[in-house]
C-alpha cells in the first residue's frame, strides 16, 4: 500500500535550537520526494523537490535528506525562529508512465512544529 | 500575480443544500487539482484537469462535481452537501502537472456542514 509516514506527530522547541523531522514512505514507483510548509490558516507551500538521485537538498534554513535505499527523508531545521511554527507535510510523488495523468500525489499527516521563545 | 485564490474562506451549509467552491489562478497553469484536508489525514485528491475542458476524478470524487471552461478557474460544486463533507478544501495549480513542478496552493475554504 502506496504510504507516507511522519514522525514525531508534534514537536515543541525552544527558539534557536535546531529539530529534525522524520518521513518514511512506501510508495512505489517513486518519482520524487517533496516538504511543504502550512502556516495556520493557510495552504502548503513547497520547500523543497527531491528526486531519486539527489541525496540532499537545501532551502535557507532548511535542510532535507533522501535515502532512496531505505525510503526515508529527514526535514532539518537550523537556528529556529518563531515564525517556523507550522505543520510540515512529507509528500510523495508516484511515477506514473505519460506523465501529465494527474500524477499522483501521497500525502503524510504532517508533523506540527511549535517553536517557543 | 495573486496566484491562487479561492472562495469563499469559510462557509456553512445545512445538510442537502449545494454550493461552489471557486479558484481561479492568474499564472496560465494548465493543471489544477482540488483536495480535501481532514484531521489526522493527509491532503486527499478529490478531482483534478490537466487543461481546460479536461477533468478526472481523483481519490474521493463522490458527492463533487468540477468544469474547467478557462485556463483560470476551476469550481468545485457540493451537490448535496453531507457532513461529512465538512473539511478544509484547498485548490492548487502547477504548471502542466510534470513530474518534477511545484504546486501552488490556495489559501483554502473552510466548509461545516450541519
Known amino acids: 500500500k502506496n504510504q507516507v509516514e511522519q514522525s514525531p506527530q508534534s514537536l515543541i522547541i525552544l527558539e534557536g535550537k535546531n529539530c529534525t523531522l522524520q518521513?518514511?514512505?512506501?510508495?512505489?514507483?517513486?518519482?520524487?520526494l517533496r516538504w511543504y510548509k502550512q502556516d495556520t490558516g493557510r495552504g502548503p507551500v513547497s520547500l523543497t523537490i527531491?528526486?531519486?538521485?539527489?541525496n540532499t537538498k537545501s532551502n535557507g534554513r532548511y535542510t532535507a535528506t533522501l535515502d532512496a535505499d531505505t525510503k526515508q527523508s529527514s526535514l532539518h531545521i537550523t537556528a529556529s525562529q518563531l515564525s517556523d511554527s507550522a505543520s510540515y507535510i512529507c509528500?510523495?510523488?508516484?511515477?506514473?508512465?505519460?506523465?501529465?495523468?494527474?500524477?499522483?500525489?501521497?500525502f503524510g499527516q504532517g508533523t506540527e512544529l511549535s517553536v517557543k521563545p | 500575480n495573486a496566484g491562487v485564490t479561492q472562495t469563499p474562506k469559510f462557509q456553512v451549509l445545512k445538510t442537502g443544500q449545494s454550493m461552489t467552491l471557486q479558484c481561479a489562478q492568474d499564472?496560465?497553469?494548465?493543471?489544477m487539482s482540488w483536495y480535501r484536508q481532514d484531521p489526522g489525514m493527509g491532503l486527499r485528491l478529490i478531482h483534478y484537469?490537466?487543461?481546460?475542458?479536461?477533468?478526472d476524478q481523483g481519490e474521493v470524487p463522490n458527492g463533487y462535481n468540477v468544469s474547467r471552461s478557462t485556463t483560470e478557474d476551476f469550481p468545485l460544486r457540493l451537490l448535496s452537501a453531507a457532513p461529512s463533507q465538512t473539511s478544509v478544501y484547498f485548490c492548487?495549480?502547477?504548471?502542466?502537472?510534470?513530474?518534477?513542478?511545484?504546486?501552488?496552493f490556495g489559501p483554502g475554504t473552510r466548509l461545516l456542514v450541519l
Open positions: 509528500v510523495v510523488r508516484k511515477n506514473y508512465h505519460g506523465d501529465n495523468q494527474g500524477g499522483k500525489l501521497i
Open positions: 492548487a495549480s502547477s504548471l502542466r502537472g510534470g513530474q518534477g513542478e511545484t504546486q501552488y
Open positions: 518521513c518514511n514512505y512506501t510508495v512505489s514507483p517513486f518519482s520524487n
Open positions: 527531491m528526486t531519486f538521485s539527489e
Open positions: 499564472m496560465n497553469h494548465e493543471y
Open positions: 484537469s490537466v487543461g481546460a475542458g479536461i477533468t
